[in-house]
């Protein structure tokens, strides 16, 4: 009989998008003040998190918890902005950005779009080379750390 590794498809369907102002949405913005900002001594303003409206918040959830987070924001018709992507610190190196970057660029192929770009933190580039994006241009500063601008052409679907 054929193995079915179920906890990697129970992962995979963990992965959801949370509509604006949900409870598990506004609980994603804490898991990303504690991941992306506290430990550089920043924070969102509430202006920042309001215009966040026209962006599609995803999740990694069990059990109801966040695990993960991330956001992808139209430029134009064909290119979206991946930004705000956190693990949680006891659950990173899983599997669990890997598979919410699958499931956002898979819902990002499914609605027309065709490139994805991010401004990578330096310590995660390695994580973006890994998914196929490619550096482009050179080191720049955001929020007081090193980044850099990546891309991803989407593959069309089959
Ligand atoms: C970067 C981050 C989102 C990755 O999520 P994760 O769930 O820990 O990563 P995954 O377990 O899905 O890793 C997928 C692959 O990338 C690799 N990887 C993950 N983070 C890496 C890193 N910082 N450096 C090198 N490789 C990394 C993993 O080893 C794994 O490789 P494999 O597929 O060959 O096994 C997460 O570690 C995180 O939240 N970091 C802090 C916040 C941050 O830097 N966010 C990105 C801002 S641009």
Redesign the pocket.
Known sequence: MEFIPLGKWIRTMSCQILPFKSPLQIASIALRRK??RIPLGLDFTDQELAEEDQQIHFAYIVKQQVL?VLLLKPQDEQMLKMRQ???DPT?????????MVAFSEQWAKENGFNTIE????K??V??YL?LAYQIEGSEFEEVGVPHYKMVKKLSSIA
């Open positions: 991941v992306l993960g992507v956190a693990v659950q990173q190196g899983q599997g669990i950005g890997k598979s991010l401004n990578a933190r310590t995660a390695p994580f890994n």
